[in-house]
């Protein structure tokens, strides 16, 4: 390990979710392999913060920054940005837009060009949404965790957790260079197929799962107040994921499959 940490970068992660007839499902994507962080892995839709997303003029709907900031234990020029990120890499990778004008929601497959614009920067999120006449809809995200990588990994990130409900009419899509698979699963049904070896899980998703499988309707875990504090792994003295140490880690390491395939799937 090195004695240098690489630096860590901001992050936020949001856990798409709606209700079923079998409990809560997930939106989740299967990154493809060649990504230089968990390539292969099952993740929700996410990814860093754009240094962009702090700036301040844009219309916003919900509860302010300063309150955000007072949920992850941060400056609020942060959490504005973790709020914007989320919104915005929703938006990138799978197409559901967490922004309207009033209580009307646009049609995201009318941005295809903004969205375009979005994932390669030449357009950032605050542009986009006074160009669009759009809120960005605070009030649809619910504050879910705090995970911090390991300092054995060589990309490390801070990253926040949300969820969120799809705005009616709108439809999460794989149109995503970042993953082969897109789709719908059972919180439970995620997890089960961990077990299983069917696909392959870091503690966070995992985690994200486990919490959200624990209720019985969206609503239901939409209300709870979650005690939100930063996580991140103690690293033993094995390079293996099996020497990393976190909060319910012994039953993390219990679920898994003895083997994991190597073609991992959903």
């Not at 079923?20 to 968990?38: D, H, T």
């Not at 300092?151 to 009616?168: G, I, K, M």
């Not at 709108?170 to 089960?192: C, H, K, Y």
């Not at 392959?200 to 959200?212: K, N």
Request: charged share 25%; with cysteine.
């Amino acid at each position: 390990m090195s004695e240098h940490p690489a630096p860590l970068r901001d992050a936020a992660t949001v856990v798409l979710v709606r209700d079923s007839g079998n409990g809560i499902e997930v939106f989740l994507q299967r990154r493809v392999k060649q990504m230089a962080f968990a390539g292969g892995m099952t993740v929700f839709p996410g990814g860093g913060v754009d240094p962009r997303d702090a700036d301040a003029d844009l219309a916003w709907t919900g509860p302010d920054p300063a309150w955000w900031a007072e949920q992850f234990s941060t400056t609020t020029e942060l959490a504005q940005a973790l709020v914007c990120a989320a919104v915005r890499e929703t938006f990138e990778e799978c197409g559901v837009l967490l922004a309207s004008s009033g209580e009307r929601f646009p049609d995201p497959a009318s941005l295809r060009a903004e969205r375009t614009a979005l994932v390669d920067k030449s357009l950032s999120f605050a542009e986009f949404l006074r160009g669009q006449g759009l809120s960005l809809r605070a009030d649809l995200l619910r504050p879910l965790s705090h995970w911090i990588t390991p300092v054995n990994e060589s990309r490390r990130y801070d990253t926040r957790f949300f969820l969120a409900q799809v705005p009616p009419g709108q439809e999460p899509d794989g149109a995503t260079s970042e993953a082969d698979v897109a789709r719908w699963a059972g919180a439970q049904d995620a997890l089960d197929a961990w077990s299983a070896g069917r696909h392959f899980l870091l503690p966070p998703t995992w985690a994200q799962l486990t919490e959200v499988a624990g209720h019985a309707t969206v609503e239901a875990l939409m209300a709870v107040e979650h005690d939100i504090h930063p996580i991140q792994p103690d690293v033993g003295s094995g390079e293996r994921l099996t020497s990393l140490s976190f909060e319910r880690s012994a039953d993390y390491f219990a679920g898994m499959a003895d083997n994991v395939p190597e073609d991992l799937g959903l």
